[in-house]
């Protein structure tokens, strides 16, 4: 994917306000991109995040809405998992839904980096921002490509 030139965003001189078109709700076959590490704003909680790229919209993606959004291209979904006890299982989810198997013994770090450029099938469901007035596409949940 190519990196935005900030410099021609920044010349253009719009002469209205308008917020990109999130992608519609449903699921996603997708391409796992190299897992980044951080921590929450709010909390500090600890979370790995991928970036999934959409490549075939399944049947529940209304096809006008994919298209009111600009299709796939140069799309991204990102799927946070936060490292704590109770949230982890989600993590795990994710591996074996990438085709790693869990009976192997390898950390969930190494498989981190061994899902990279896997194939998995991605839910996207929307989300109000806080204060109401945007709508997100957010990752909720994976699922095996088979």
């Known amino acids: 994917m190519a990196t935005p030139n ?3 965003i920044l010349d253009e001189s719009p002469d209205e306000v308008s917020a990109p078109v999130p992608l519609p ?20 909680t600890d979370f790995v995040e991928f970036p999934l790229r959409p490549i075939l919209a399944e049947d529940d993606v209304d096809k006008d809405e994919l298209n009111e ?8 979904i990102k799927a946070i998992f936060y490292i704590t006890p109770d949230a982890v299982f989600l993590l795990d ?4 839904h990438c085709g790693i198997d869990l009976t192997e ?38 699922l095996p490509a088979e």
């Open 105 to 142: 013994d390898s950390s969930r770090k190494v498989r981190n980096d061994e899902v990279m450029n896997a194939e998995v099938r991605a839910f996207v469901k929307h989300e109000p921002s806080q204060d109401g007035t945007r709508i997100f596409a957010r990752f909720n949940r994976s």
């Open 25 to 44: 709700q449903g699921t996603y076959l997708c391409i796992v991109g190299m897992g980044t590490y951080g921590k929450s704003p709010k909390k500090g």
């Open 93 to 96: 989810h994710f591996h074996a």
């Open 69 to 76: 959004a600009g299709g796939l291209e140069g799309k991204v």
């Open 6 to 8: 900030f410099s021609s």
